[in-house]
């Protein structure tokens, strides 16, 4: 009898042990991102306009550099997972917000307007970032070793100015566009007591590019608009990201 009752309850764990993985979960998560954003502030030639042909040619190839945006993250993460023998299929959904952001700044001579300089200023931000990653792991006791894969967004944020000690000049630029590109990575998650689980997760994310028109070009003091004169600016942005976290199992 007492084998007999043994052998019911072995039966009924490993039962409950293989979908103890499987259904919806809730959690949050904190981390940090590093990055790489190249960044372009290109001023447009136009004979009616500000820049001499040399003033802009320089002013480009000032402008063609990167930028390495770094800083923490933290938000809400919702998933469903599906547990078949020692193999676990998932999604995962999570919203995070940011602060990655990365600076630089060259002041350079005008070609043949010495000792006039012009001084560039860009900065790349990310302010959100959102992922939608299908998952599939392989279960072991307590753990699950992942890996992962799908879409992102994130909100990259343009910040960049122009200004010159020639004749007071001044442009700048200042906006967020949301950008759709894809991520992938891997993890581990380990199940604890009372239905929660730790995460812990390495990811690699291409957010794409964003461009946008610089705002009005002005010059001398009190500032006043020049015609025939435009500077846009671009950055893309690409980052890995490492995440822990808690969710819960319902």
Request: aromatic fraction near 14%; glycine fraction near 16%; proline fraction near 3%.
């Amino acid at each position: 009898m007492h084998l007999l009752a043994a052998a019911s309850f072995t039966c009924a764990a490993s039962a409950q042990g293989a979908s103890a993985w499987t259904g919806w979960y809730l959690g949050f998560n904190g981390g940090y991102g590093t990055g790489k954003s190249n960044v372009t502030t290109a001023a447009v030639y136009d004979g009616f306009g500000y820049f001499a042909a040399s003033s802009v040619d320089s002013i480009n190839a000032t402008g063609s550099g990167s930028v390495k945006p770094k800083g923490g993250l933290g938000g809400l993460t919702f998933g469903y997972n599906t547990q078949v023998g020692g193999t676990v299929y998932g999604f995962e959904f999570d919203a995070d917000a940011a602060g990655l952001k990365g600076d630089r700044s060259e002041t350079v001579v005008y070609p043949g307007f010495a000792p006039a300089t012009y001084t560039l200023s860009q900065t790349t931000k990310a302010t959100a970032i959102l992922t939608l990653r299908g998952r599939i792991g392989y279960v072991d006791g307590d753990n699950l070793w992942f890996g992962t894969l799908g879409l992102t967004s994130a909100s990259i944020k343009i910040e960049d100015s122009f200004s010159d000690t020639y004749a007071s000049a001044a442009e700048g630029a200042s906006k967020a566009k949301n950008r759709l590109g894809w991520i992938l990575g891997g993890g581990y998650e380990r199940a604890l007591p009372n239905r929660w689980t730790f995460k812990a997760e390495v990811l690699y994310a291409d957010f794409g590019k964003v461009s946008v028109g610089g705002g009005t070009f002005t010059y001398s003091v009190p500032p006043q608009p020049y015609p025939n004169t435009s500077i846009n600016h671009s950055a893309d942005l690409k980052a890995g990201l490492v995440r822990i976290g808690f969710n819960y199992r319902f």
